[in-house]
């Protein structure tokens, strides 16, 4: 059967990238998980290669690919190490993505080629400790100054945080003008003022160096606006349109592989007498489990096949984001019944997965955000 | 001194065949014993200049193999395709490849792998260069120009091709050396060259847009009859799988007694170096 959407060049793009992630990431993913180590030695050859700016056009440095070949990618990473898949999706969608969509040609020059090629690592600050879901809430503010803007910020659970090079900030610039107000500025680490908290201890996810981001009287240069003043939450939303694909793909990558060790299991371990795959209570959490994995496909690459389209993708976006996140929860959690104990150790991946799977139903919009914006826009409200 | 290589590479089926082996897209890959031989040419080009073409004959599906090459690096990708090419044996293929690699003329190195993962051969690369009247050299594992004219033993014409090569080959645990004269066909030890990773931005350049050339029976000078089943005087009979029984042994006595025997096993049957 070939499949639907695909085309040679997503095909020889996924070989790509399995390939390279089963050569060089898969030796190193439950280490880096338990030792919660960012693995540098991977990454930069995933810069060389263009894994950082896989959207980007060539001419500032990306591999100028397509929305589709970047799920692919996305996926594929995250079937291996959900914890670099979100390094790339964070990377790619909500750092790299809106500086390409909203920046000014110099802005690009400055910043585009270095993050394409991984050079730099970008993050994306939006969350603070009092303000999640409700984004138009923010309290950190860039007030004008003569030649700068002066930025204090408490951002938190950022996304690459302890080694991101390139912030996107989001902040007051006219702390009168309510939700008009908000702006994205960027803030390069080094500058004074800008200091990274501790790293978070998360249940899952652990390879990738969340941490908070603090910024007090930071002076930011008044170029470092991205787009116009009062545009930030529509960065943030166009961003996190695309950002949701990206973890939308990375949920699915999380539960193909929990799909490929159940299966692998359901085969190999015997239990009264024949393997656990022909019991028929293992075979019925076979098919809901191979039968998500498709439904969250098709979603995912639809949304993408859409944005590549030029289509609106906030709905289908947000539909697969959902749909996708709630999918890996209960694949992975029927990958790690299939095998009993042991998929409640460690020596076992489903336990890596059923892990990393559980935040996908929470960061870039939780399960309950995006069935406002399905249900919104359903309804035509 | 530039070189112009051709690599002769192949998709082959990923899963073992079921009846009539059919490739699919889904079911096909480059041969993995192809990509040394393509990384080979790559560096050769990369030292000295020149250009590297891929070739293949197979089904249309074997133009993602060529894509592939193409985003590893080469510079031309050439398909020999046609209903008629189906059922050909190692020695039809060997001729329709030699009258593809005759069409690139001029070249200096024809490269394969030293066999595929599907059929196993390893026929191929050496019937071709016997059609083409070539040296070949077979497991090459590291190969160079000879500065000067090593069976002259006078140096080379300035601005002449490198057309003497010093060759290193491995066989059964020797290292051979060789001073060989080009046009030449050399196979590539699996494990001489890494392939290299594939960049992304290599498969977008690949695909915008797709360059390959196909290439009819006729557009190499050969004939319906000659090739094919048709053309074939050899025939796969029959293709039985071969189950080997595992079986369990427990070695006795003392631990340092067990050690000794499983090392002594595990060297009697090759699996750890002398």
């Not at chain 1, 690592?121 to 007030?143: K, M, Q, R, Y």
């Not at chain 1, 950002?243 to 692998?264: F, K, S």
């Not at chain 2, 196979?187 to 290439?215: E, F």
């Not at chain 2, 029959?238 to 079986?247: A, E, F, M, V």
Request: aromatic share 6%; charged share 20%.
């Amino acid at each position: 059967m070939t499949e639907p959407f695909i085309t040679a060049k997503n095909r020889l793009l996924r070989r790509t990238v399995r390939s390279f992630c089963d050569q060089e990431l898969r030796p190193i993913a439950a280490e880096i998980d338990q030792e919660a180590r960012f693995p540098w030695e991977v990454v930069e050859k995933m810069g060389r290669l263009g894994y950082f700016g896989i959207q980007a056009p060539p001419e500032l440095g990306g591999a100028g690919l397509d929305a589709l070949s970047y799920v692919i990618i996305i996926e594929e990473v995250s079937r291996v190490s959900a914890a670099v898949g979100l390094c790339l999706s964070v990377h790619n969608s909500v750092a790299l993505y809106p500086i390409l969509a909203f920046g000014s040609p110099e802005q690009q020059q400055r910043w585009v080629p270095a993050l394409a090629q991984g050079r730099k690592i970008g993050a994306f600050c939006l969350t603070e400790p009092n303000v999640g879901s409700d984004a138009g809430a923010i309290t950190a503010t860039a007030l004008p100054a003569s030649d700068h803007w002066l930025v204090n910020a408490n951002k938190v659970f950022v996304t690459n945080g302890g080694i991101a090079d390139i912030c996107l900030i989001f902040a007051r610039t006219d702390p009168a003008a309510g939700r008009k107000g908000i702006s994205v500025v960027v803030a390069e680490r080094g500058t004074q003022g800008f200091v990274v908290g501790d790293l978070e201890d998360l249940c899952g996810m652990r390879a990738n160096p969340v941490a908070s981001i603090r910024l007090y009287d930071c002076r930011i240069p008044r170029d470092h606006l991205l787009g116009r003043a009062g545009q930030g939450l529509t960065i943030g939303m166009a961003a996190l349109d695309t950002g949701r694909i990206g973890i939308a793909a990375q949920a699915l990558g999380i539960a193909q592989a929990a799909l490929d060790e159940g299966v692998r299991y359901a085969n190999q371990r015997q239990q009264f007498g024949v393997p656990l795959g022909r019991h028929q209570a293992i075979q019925m959490m076979i098919a809901d489990m191979a039968t998500q994995v498709e439904a969250a496909r098709l979603m995912v690459y639809r949304a993408a096949l859409l944005k590549d389209q030029g289509a609106a993708v906030s709905r289908a976006a947000a539909q697969a984001k959902l749909f996708a996140s709630e999918a890996a929860c209960t694949v992975t959690d029927l990958a790690v019944q299939i095998h009993g104990g042991y998929g409640y150790s460690k020596a076992y991946a489903v336990e890596r997965y059923y892990r990393d799977a559980r935040v996908t139903r929470i960061y870039e919009g939780t399960s309950e955000v995006h069935r406002m914006v399905i249900a919104r826009d359903v309804l035509g409200n | 001194m530039p070189v112009h290589s051709i690599v002769c590479i192949k998709s082959v089926v990923r899963t073992a065949p079921d009846g009539v082996g059919r490739r699919t897209p889904d079911n096909s890959e480059l041969n993995p014993f192809d990509r040394p031989a393509l990384e080979a040419a790559l560096r050769l080009k990369a030292a000295l200049g020149g250009s590297v073409t891929a070739l293949s004959m197979g089904p249309p599906v074997s133009a993602e193999v060529l894509a592939e090459a193409q985003a590893m690096g080469v510079d031309r990708a050439v398909l020999i395709c046609g209903p008629a090419l189906a059922g050909s044996d190692t020695l039809v293929t060997a001729r329709v490849l030699a009258a593809g690699i005759a069409r690139l003329m001029p070249y200096d190195i024809v490269f394969f792998g030293t066999r595929t993962s599907d059929s196993d051969t390893g026929q191929v690369g050496p019937q071709s260069a016997t059609v083409l009247a070539i040296p070949f050299i077979g497991g090459v594992k590291q190969l160079e120009p000879a500065l000067t004219d090593p069976l002259a033993d006078a140096p080379t014409a300035p601005g002449a091709t490198a057309s003497h090569w010093r060759l290193q080959r491995l066989i059964d645990g020797w290292e051979e050396s060789w001073q060989v004269q080009s046009p030449m066909a050399v196979t590539i030890h699996p494990r001489a060259y890494q392939a290299r990773s594939i960049a992304l931005g290599g498969i977008a350049a690949a695909h915008a847009p797709l360059d390959i050339q196909t290439w009819g029976l006729a557009d190499v000078g050969m004939s319906v009859d000659s090739v094919g089943l048709a053309g074939s005087p050899t025939r796969v009979s029959n293709l039985r799988k071969i189950k080997r029984p595992r079986t369990c042994r427990m070695l006795t006595g003392e631990p340092r007694e067990q050690v000794d025997a499983l090392i002594e096993e595990l060297t009697t049957k090759g699996i750890l170096g002398s």
